[in-house]
């Protein structure tokens, strides 16, 4: 079969041999070999055709079969495939089978929650993209006085720290003294959103916990537990993304 050209970064991310910036550095270093010729350009364009090595170790394209897990990140976990400083990583604590699998649904260091991980890029950009407009749903406790109506105004769309947010859905679960439990549903997620809304209203996140990402739940999991998305969930993703 014949293969359409494309950039060897973008060939080999698609195919989970790292992202591209990650191929790229390889490349620069001198370890891939395209057709018997080092390469060290990362403007080369190669398919499934070519022979390549990485790192001396010569590398199968296959028709993978999509794989979807939900994984519970635990608090104080960064959501990234390397190493920043003597924080773990999700990859530290996810089993080895996951090595070369991509996540979808970044939380920060101190959130919880849902995070998507697959070996497919499609199905992680998919999640991802805000034009696709992809419901994530939280729950969170705020601490501080509530102001409601200023809760009302911010979820039609704010702008802070000239960040321009989008409008969310709210739901209030619960109201004690100071701390407020509220489920928020974003279409967008931009870095920090949910805590930079409430800085805004003088209000601080003590608890963040995405328990939903598009139709993919969190359900009963524990936190660091992964599972395979079910038929039902994968059949909706389908089907949104299908319409």
Same mark, same amino acid.
């Given at each position: 079969?014949?293969?359409?050209?494309?950039?060897?970064?973008?060939?080999?991310?698609?195919?989970?041999?790292?992202?591209?910036?990650?191929?790229? $550095?390889?490349?620069?270093?001198?370890?891939?070999?395209? #057709?018997?010729?080092?390469?060290?350009?990362?403007?080369?364009?190669?398919?499934?055709?070519?022979?390549? *090595?990485?790192?001396?170790? $010569?590398?199968?394209?296959?028709?993978?079969?999509?794989?979807?897990? /939900?994984?519970?990140?635990?608090?104080?976990?960064i959501c990234s @495939?390397?190493?920043?400083?003597?924080r773990s990583i999700?990859?530290?604590?996810?089993?080895?089978?996951?090595?070369?699998?991509?996540?979808?649904?970044?939380?920060?260091?101190?959130?919880?929650?849902?995070?998507?991980?697959? #070996?497919?890029?499609?199905?992680?950009?998919?999640?991802?993209?805000?034009?696709?407009?992809?419901?994530?749903?939280?729950?969170?406790?705020?601490?501080?006085?509530?102001?409601?109506?200023?809760?009302?105004?911010?979820? @039609? +769309?704010?702008?802070?720290?000239?960040? $321009?947010?989008?409008?969310?859905?709210?739901?209030?679960?619960?109201?004690? $003294? @100071?701390?407020?439990?509220?489920?928020?549903?974003?279409?967008? +997620?931009? /870095?920090?959103?949910?805590?930079?809304? *409430? /800085?805004?209203?003088?209000?601080?996140?003590? /608890?963040?916990?995405?328990?939903?990402?598009?139709?993919?739940?969190?359900?009963?999991?524990?936190?660091?537990?992964?599972?395979?998305?079910?038929?039902?969930?994968?059949?909706?993703?389908?089907?949104?993304?299908?319409?």
């Amino acid at each position: 079969m014949n293969h359409k050209k494309i950039r060897i970064a973008k060939l080999l991310a698609n195919y989970n041999f790292g992202s591209r910036r990650e191929i790229e $550095k390889l490349i620069l270093e001198k370890k891939i070999i395209v #057709n018997n010729q080092t390469i060290n350009n990362p403007v080369i364009f190669a398919s499934e055709n070519d022979e390549i *090595f990485i790192n001396k170790r $010569k590398i199968s394209f296959f028709q993978k079969k999509d794989e979807i897990y /939900k994984f519970y990140k635990p608090q104080k976990i960064i959501c990234s @495939k390397s190493k920043q400083d003597h924080r773990s990583i999700i990859y530290e604590i996810l089993p080895k089978k996951f090595k070369n699998f991509i996540f979808a649904g970044r939380l920060d260091f101190l959130s919880e929650g849902l995070i998507i991980i697959t #070996n497919s890029s499609k199905i992680a950009r998919n999640l991802e993209l805000p034009q696709n407009q992809v419901p994530r749903i939280y729950v969170i406790r705020a601490y501080g006085n509530l102001n409601l109506d200023m809760l009302q105004k911010r979820s @039609k +769309g704010t702008v802070f720290n000239k960040i $321009k947010y989008q409008p969310f859905l709210f739901r209030i679960k619960s109201r004690l $003294k @100071k701390n407020t439990i509220l489920e928020i549903t974003l279409r967008e +997620g931009k /870095k920090n959103e949910i805590r930079e809304i *409430f /800085k805004s209203m003088d209000l601080q996140i003590n /608890k963040l916990k995405r328990i939903k990402h598009g139709p993919f739940h969190l359900g009963k999991m524990k936190p660091g537990e992964i599972k395979i998305a079910n038929q039902s969930e994968v059949e909706q993703y389908e089907n949104y993304f299908r319409n």
